[in-house]
């Protein structure tokens, strides 16, 4: 014979409006890396790729955005990210100095084969770093993915939403 | 001439030596529980509850028969002892009772002694944990000069509690601002060993990509005072309650069956050496495999076998829950006055 039955019916919960059930999440960002361009001529040239943003996260002052940045302005974006917030920085894809060497069979750090490997090592970091809710409050992400260029000697300084 | 003596005398089948038993005097009927032992193992003792009388019989057998058996006197203890890992000389006793069989002197045969501890207090209950351990046990001894020989035989306690009278539920708001706020919810605040946790998870805000939602039960034992306190934590149950990205207004229940886990009541600060406390940890994992978890104490107690009521009261008790009418009402009340003419 059994004890008590236990009851196990569910907690009350208010019925969910039918607009939040099937309309859009509140969560869409959207970070695409592509379109790399080599710039500039010898020895000063360098590679930028396209950074296009699409979200409806309130945070983002833009829901649409389209920048140009090169792999220094990534490095920069770390070390500010680790500097001043909480967030643990995932890596980026490597620096290949040897791909810089001279008297290499290969185009070095133009090859196309490692700039797509560095391309979706870039767009993998973005995502990661975009979607981080302490990241999301650093002046500098938002700069790096939505203003024209980077302004280096920028203050930093956390963003607070009204 | 020097003659080397060693600790085991009965090597050299020199003198006497006896063989110890103890029996408890209801052991025929009294339930057996199981309780894991330092090494992990799983064992079955004597199930004994506070305030409850040990009374019983010590066999002593002597090994070598005609021979006899000199001794300085023979005792039972009944003790209830706290263990600390790193502190194993020292043991800390805070039930000691004994009880004296037989007078310095000498048995020339096997000889059975009765004991009887009346209304033993055991205030605590039998704990086997990661740094400390609880134990209760018999002891029997026969001291002689030179090596005494004695006979421990463990023994299990449970404390029991009743329903408690106040038992509020557990409901809290909490969120990263502006990026995830969710409501939960928990029936109750203390719940017994074989109870159900009933709960849910209610989305207020939900602006992250949220993959999947678990709750953990998780154990804290803790050892030590003051600078040297040291928790030990230890995740027992990892239950997922959802799958996939909820959204606002979203409702997840959680049915959390506690009779499948292996747990111990809740223990505070057992006789100011350690405590045994619960948590539920309700984590969310998102698409990028961060995790935000909140931390819940929950209270643990151990129901004693009810009475068992008789099937119609049963019934009335279940109809009414689900009906909620006053046709059920009426049921339950037939049934109580049924049972009182009974």
């Known amino acids: 014979m059994a004890d008590t039955i236990a009851d196990t019916r569910r907690l009350f919960s208010k019925p969910q409006n039918l607009n939040d059930a099937y309309g859009p ?8 890396v592509s379109n790399p361009e080599t710039v500039g001529v010898g020895r000063t040239r360098f590679t930028t790729y396209e950074i296009r943003l699409k979200t409806n996260l309130p945070i983002f002052k833009l829901k649409e955005s389209r920048v140009r940045r090169r792999y220094s302005d990534f490095q920069w974006l770390r070390g500010e990210l680790e500097r001043d917030s909480k967030v643990v920085v995932p890596p980026l894809p490597g620096k290949a100095l040897f791909r810089q060497l001279p008297f290499r069979g290969d185009d070095g750090i133009f090859d196309d084969y490692f700039i797509e490997e560095r391309r979706a090592g870039l767009e993998q970091f973005l995502n990661k770093v975009a979607g981080h809710p302490l990241a999301q409050n650093e002046r500098c992400l938002h700069m790096f993915l939505q203003d024209e260029s980077v302004d280096k000697t920028y203050t930093p300084s956390k963003i607070r939403q009204a | ?4 003596t060693l600790p085991v005398m009965s090597f050299f089948s020199f003198g006497q030596s006896a063989e110890i038993d103890i029996v408890l005097n209801d052991a025929e009927t009294r339930k057996k529980a199981e ?15 506070d305030g409850e009388t040990v009374s019983g019989k010590v066999n002593v057998t002597l090994k070598n028969p005609g021979k006899r058996l000199e001794h300085q006197g023979i005792k039972i203890e009944f003790i209830g002892q706290i263990e600390l890992y790193y ?4 043991h800390h006793e805070f039930v000691s009772l004994v009880k004296d069989l037989a007078r310095p002197g000498e048995l ?9 501890f009346i209304h033993v207090e055991k205030p605590y209950e039998s704990y086997t944990g990661q740094n400390v351990k609880l134990r209760y046990f018999l002891r029997a001894t026969i001291s002689r000069r030179l090596n005494d020989i004695s006979k421990e035989m463990d023994i299990v306690v449970h404390t029991l509690s009743t329903y408690p009278e106040l038992n509020s539920s557990i409901k809290m708001e909490v969120g990263i601002e502006d990026c995830l706020h969710i409501e939960f919810e928990y029936n109750k605040s203390k719940y017994h060993l ?7 998870i209610y989305f207020l805000l939900v ?42 207004g979203e409702s997840i229940p959680i049915r959390l069956f506690l009779a499948g886990y292996e747990m111990t009541p809740t223990m505070k600060d057992i006789n100011k050496k350690y405590s045994v406390r619960y948590y ?15 931390q819940q104490e929950i209270t643990l107690w151990r129901k004693g076998d009810i009475v068992r009521k008789s099937m119609s009261h049963q019934a009335a008790i279940a109809s009414q829950r689900f009906e909620g009418s006053s046709s059920a009402e009426k049921a339950l009340a037939q049934a109580q006055a049924k049972e009182q003419e009974q």
């Open chain 2, 87 to 90: 502190d194993r000389g020292n």
């Open chain 2, 280 to 294: 539920l940890n309700l984590v969310l994992i998102d698409e990028e495999e961060r995790r935000y978890f909140k």
């Open chain 2, 207 to 248: 602006r992250l990509k949220i993959r999947h939602m678990e709750i953990d039960i998780v154990k804290r034992e803790t050892t030590g005072t003051g600078p040297n306190v040291y928790h030990e934590n230890d995740t027992i149950a990892k239950y997922e309650i959802m799958d996939g990205a909820p959204v606002r």
């Open chain 2, 1 to 4: 001439l020097h003659l080397h």
């Open chain 2, 194 to 200: 074989k109870d159900v946790i009933v709960g849910k």
């Open chain 1, 25 to 32: 999440p509140s969560n869409f960002l959207e970070i695409d």
């Open chain 2, 35 to 49: 309780h894991k032992t330092e090494d992990g193992k799983k064992d079955k003792y004597f199930l004994l509850y």
């Open chain 2, 108 to 116: 020339t045969q096997s000889q059975t002694f009765d004991f009887e």
